[in-house]
């Protein structure tokens, strides 16, 4: 404490805080980039490590699978069949899969979800040797992310459950389900299997979804998917398992869509790549209609991974059964429910990880930054009594603020979600979105006259809204990192407006230029600008992608459960409108810039 | 804005919400934040269905309130079984007007007792400020919405010193003291600072009267109360359901406290110390914190037996086995009467404003993602208890040290009070 204080009296002496003061948007400015940095820093040698099996009873790739060529022509005889289905019809209502899992003894079930006005078969075994109360999931959906048949997924479902139902080893009781696809469909079946269906077979461990688009014999490579809904991953160990199952198939894993040539790559370039791609995946997850399917499962403890056989020639497709047969083997041998390991990570390749406490101080770095923006601003233009006589006033104006924003997103949302011309009806809502926003930039340009709000008001609006988003971000460091980093980093703009109205209001510069970067910073930091901008360069968007990612963002609530929209349409956008409001009515003029006007 | 309009629309707040949304209620019942076994107005439900199914109330561990305390609820809730629970709205409703009243009383005599010893005016906040931080202190409204028994611990405390303080009856007092520990123990180490503040502001001061009567006066509250209890429920359960589940920390739940992470991840055998420690620690502060800032009749212008009071109670908020964040609430809604005596020389009350944030926010998703996504562990939301207690005690020694501060300027009378840094040694 002696040194402490011996410092505090130091500053006091040398009359530091004021001067601290005068650089606070600089160190604002650096934090953020120290941010970036970290994150940057984190792909290099010696800064993440590699993964490693941490719960001990999984012994991935330690038994032999019999999933062989004894089994070959059973996956020819049912993909003889496959490859005739007109599987749009067929995923509704399939007799005949359902004879062949009824023939191997397993009890099939039908999901009627009235939602998506669709039927979900799946078949239940009872593992010979369990309890009945944990069970592992094989989600095979008619149709994959690409909205491709799912050929080979479909010969290796049947087949795989005719091999397993002749094993006596397992102890976990297995679920096939034959979704229409591994989105809303699937969403809502595991909805309702915790819910309200009469056929379960106790918890779920794990789940993987398999897809296999091509009907010939071979494929190149594994992928794998596995970013959750809400910042939610798998347990590391999963994944791990069945990268280490396929690599003793001698099978290249990649992950985040990876290219096959890129796969074998270890520099620091392709592992930022994957990197960066994970953190973009999953703040967007559960948006896209292009979702792997694991993300279905998220919300209820359920460790899921997608596996997809991608590519075209190498290995066999009993190769593929073998992964899934190996890995669920492993997970059979689970004493307790996946809890060693990580839940919070971020893949540079399938091999090698950061773990949580490594990249969070890039978030925490953000939201450091926005609440020293804050503070600036506050210490720019409001004095202690000030602010104790009006945070009820300003505390006011934003919850009008944000009421108004609960209530237009609710409402954008009902539209979107029960209109029939679902995209039509989207497209329309975006131009009236960008249109607003455009005008409130404008309007920032032009308005000098109408000064509704007081020069304290307008002040610790500004300041409110900055420690709001530093608030948001905080909340949601760990259980949404992707997401409260990436919103930290596109509202950062944000945080230039105070220096620029205070250089604005010392008269450093010419007044027009000044106010053009504060339309700019506004313009580039608002979520509807980031919205249709990652609409139209994600997943080769184009002027399509805008309408369609909008729509996934509309539509995600109801169909996932996603938080995203309403973390942005009642956290970061209540937040961006407090500022504009500020900008457009606010009256920031210090009274010696006033007393010049006068 | 009026002092009744205050009123009027904490009342709203209070009264409004849970009726159109009675869901609210149950949410808040089960969170851990706001409600503890002890506390919670689940386990009071639970009570009354036992007590019309004539099954014995503390039989099963599930119900953990006084037997008067559910009788008297029950009674209330029966007068409309079909509306009981705009009823019970109406109760909580009236009980938080009850305490916010009367903190404004506190409130005028606290501005008027130090301008006597200090021998200036001192000029606190306006009454309907006062009631406004306790009524919209979101704290206190949660912990209301949820209808945790707590409240009517608060209303007890507070009701207690304006007994004692406005209306110069130090044995009525000491029998709300009594009820307040009654309802929820903890308050029985309050004694120690009352006996102090009574005899404090009292004159002539003359302590057999003041000291022993009034200890009398609260043991035989308590004695009585415990023994019709006894003659409701005709078995002494209540007594190890009620009180000793609290000293020996039996039921193990998740809360905003400091310790009942020790008994879910140690080892058994240490269990019997930690039991110590912590009882020890919840009250032995008492006493020194009541001797410290005792106002001597010689020297009048240091001592302040009334933030004595106070402190206490924020330490035993802090260090009791099952808090709530409403006890916080009250300790930070009753703040503000110190306005003028002790905030101008506190140093950290931004900070550990924005750490009781930050501790907020987070606690409930920490909970969230240990409990129901399973992707954390009890460590997470242990740290949030841990920042809690960080709050806490940064505003204890914050207030401790403003108070020492004032009492060194006002012994000293320093040329620029305003330049004045003083230190530790």
Redesign the interface.
């Known amino acids: 404490?002696a040194l402490a204080?011996t410092v505090l009296?130091k500053v006091?002496k040398l009359g530091l805080l004021p001067k601290l003061f005068l650089i606070l948007p600089r160190v604002s400015f650096l934090l953020a980039l120290a941010s970036v940095a970290w994150l940057l820093m984190l792909p290099m040698d010696g800064q993440f490590r590699n993964t490693y099996i941490s719960e001990n009873a999984l012994m991935p790739g330690q038994v032999t699978s019999y999933f062989r060529e004894s089994e070959w022509n059973y996956v020819r005889g049912f993909r003889s069949e496959v490859v005739n289905w007109n599987f749009s019809e067929m995923s509704t209502d399939n007799e005949l899969l359902t004879n062949w899992l009824q023939d191997f003894g397993w009890s099939v079930s039908k999901h009627r979800d009235p939602k998506t006005n669709t039927t979900t078969t799946y078949a239940i075994m009872h593992a010979p040797r369990g309890d009945n109360t944990e069970a592992m999931v094989l989600v095979v959906p008619y149709f994959t992310s690409e909205g491709m048949p799912n050929k080979g997924g479909l010969t290796l479902g049947p087949a795989l459950a005719n091999y397993f139902a002749k094993m006596s080893i397992w102890s976990k009781n297995l679920i096939l389900v034959f979704p229409h696809n591994g989105h809303s469909v699937l969403r809502s079946w595991v909805e309702a299997y915790h819910t309200t269906l009469d056929a379960t077979a106790g918890s779920i461990d794990a789940a993987l979804v398999v897809e296999y688009p091509s009907d010939s014999d071979a494929f190149g490579h594994l992928e794998i998917n596995y970013e959750g809904l809400n910042g939610?991953?798998p347990n590391l160990d999963l994944i791990n398992t069945v990268t280490t199952v396929a690599s003793h198939e001698g099978i290249r894993v990649s992950v985040q869509g990876m290219s096959p040539d890129d796969i074998d790559k270890r520099d620091y370039w392709s592992r930022l790549q994957v990197f960066a791609s994970g953190i973009l995946r999953l703040a967007t997850a559960g948006i896209s209609s292009k979702s792997p399917g694991c993300e279905s499962f998220s919300?209820w403890?359920i460790q899921a991974i997608t596996i997809s056989a991608a590519g075209e020639k190498g290995h066999d497709v009993t190769q593929f059964g073998r992964i899934i047969d190996s890995s669920f083997r492993s997970v059979n041998n689970l004493l307790e429910?996946f809890?060693q390991s990580f839940?919070?990570y971020l893949l540079m390749s399938p091999r090698h990880f950061v773990s949580i406490g490594t990249y969070l101080p890039a978030a925490v770095l953000v939201a450091v930054s926005f609440a020293i923006s804050s503070l600036y601003s506050l210490a720019s233009g409001v004095t202690t009594p000030e602010f104790i006589t009006h945070i009820s006033d300003v505390l006011f104006i934003f919850t009008g603020i944000e009421a108004v924003c609960l209530l237009l997103s609710l409402l954008m949302q009902t539209i979107v979600v029960n209109a029939t011309e679902g995209y039509t009806t989207t497209i329309t809502i975006v131009y009236g979105l960008v249109i607003s926003t455009l005008v409130t930039v404008l309007s920032t340009l032009a308005g000098n006259n109408i000064k509704i709000l007081s020069k304290t008001h307008s002040y610790m609006l500004l300041a409110f809204a900055l420690f709001f988003i530093a608030?948001l971000i905080?909340?949601m460091?760990?259980?949404h990192f992707a997401l409260a980093f990436s919103i930290g980093i596109c509202a950062l703009p944000l945080t230039f407006i105070q220096p620029l109205i205070n250089m604005c209001n010392a008269g450093n510069g010419s007044l027009i230029k000044h106010k053009l970067r504060i339309a700019m910073c506004l313009l580039i930091s608002s979520p509807i600008t980031v919205v249709v901008a990652l609409g139209y360069l994600i997943n080769d968007g184009g002027m399509f992608g805008i309408a369609n990612f909008s729509h996934g963002l509309f539509v995600s609530w109801d169909a996932m459960q996603s938080w995203t929209y309403f973390i942005i349409a009642l956290g970061w956008y209540p937040a961006w409108s407090a500022i504009a409001v500020a900008c457009i009515f606010g009256d920031f003029r210090i009274e010696s810039v006033k007393q010049k006007a006068d | 804005m009026s002092l009744t309009r205050v009123l009027v629309a904490g009342a709203a707040v209070r009264f409004l919400i849970p009726t159109f949304l009675p869901h609210i209620v149950d949410i808040l019942a089960g969170t851990a934040e706001v409600s503890t076994p002890i506390d919670s107005f689940r386990s009071l439900q639970e009570a009354f269905f036992y007590l019309d199914n004539g099954i014995d109330l503390y039989d099963g561990a599930m119900v953990h309130h006084p037997p008067i305390f559910v009788s008297l609820m029950k009674s209330a809730g029966d007068l409309a079984p079909a509306y009981a629970y705009i009823i019970y709205n109406a109760l909580f409703t009236l009980v938080d007007l009850g305490t916010a009243y009367k903190i404004t009383k506190l409130n005028t005599w606290y501005n008027q007792h130090q301008s006597l010893r200090l021998g200036r005016s001192v000029e606190g906040l306006s009454p309907h400020l006062l009631a406004a931080f306790y009524l919209f202190n979101p704290l206190i409204v949660l912990t209301n919405w949820a209808h945790s028994s707590a409240i009517f611990t608060y209303f007890m405390i507070v009701e207690l010193l304006v007994q004692a303080l406005v209306d110069h009856n130090m044995f009525r007092g000491a029998i709300a003291l009594g009820v307040a520990a009654y309802l929820s123990f903890v308050p029985i180490y309050l004694i120690v600072p009352y006996l102090a503040l009574v005899y404090a502001v009292s004159k002539p001061r003359d302590w057999r009267v003041l000291i022993l009567k009034c200890f009398c006066v609260f043991f035989f509250a308590v004695t009585l109360l415990v023994l019709v209890s006894f003659a409701l429920t005709a078995l002494p359960d209540f007594v190890i359901q009620c009180y000793w589940l609290v000293l020996s920390f039996q039921k193990f739940a998740p809360n905003l406290g400091l310790w009942w992470y020790i008994f879910t991840e140690m080892f058994d055998f240490f269990n019997p110390l930690y039991k110590g420690i912590f009882n020890l620690y919840n009250c032995v502060f008492v006493a020194p914190i009541a001797l410290r800032f005792f106002e001597s009749a010689k020297d009048k212008k240091t001592g302040d037996s009334f933030l004595a009071f106070y402190l206490c109670l924020l330490w035993v908020s802090f260090s009791k086995s099952y808090p709530i964040v409403g006890d916080l609430g009250l300790a930070v809604s009753m703040l503000p009467i110190f306005s003028q005596t002790v905030i101008p020389h506190t140093k950290f009350l931004f900070i550990s404003t924005l750490t009781l944030?930050?501790c907020l926010?987070?606690s409930p998703?920490?909970y969230?993602?240990w409990i129901?996504?399973?992707?954390?562990?009890s460590n997470?939301f242990y740290s949030m208890s841990l920042i809690m207690g960080v709050v806490y005690i940064i505003l204890f020694l914050d207030i401790i040290w403003g108070r020492l501060v004032m009492d060194y300027i006002e012994t000293n009378e320093p040329k620029d009070p305003a330049k004045l840094?003083l230190?530790?040694i």
């Open positions: 404490m204080e009296r006091y939610q991953l919300g403890q429910k809890h839940f919070f608030m905080v909340s460091l760990i259980v | 944030i930050v926010l987070l998703i920490f969230y993602c129901v996504l399973g992707n954390g562990n997470f840094r230190t530790q």
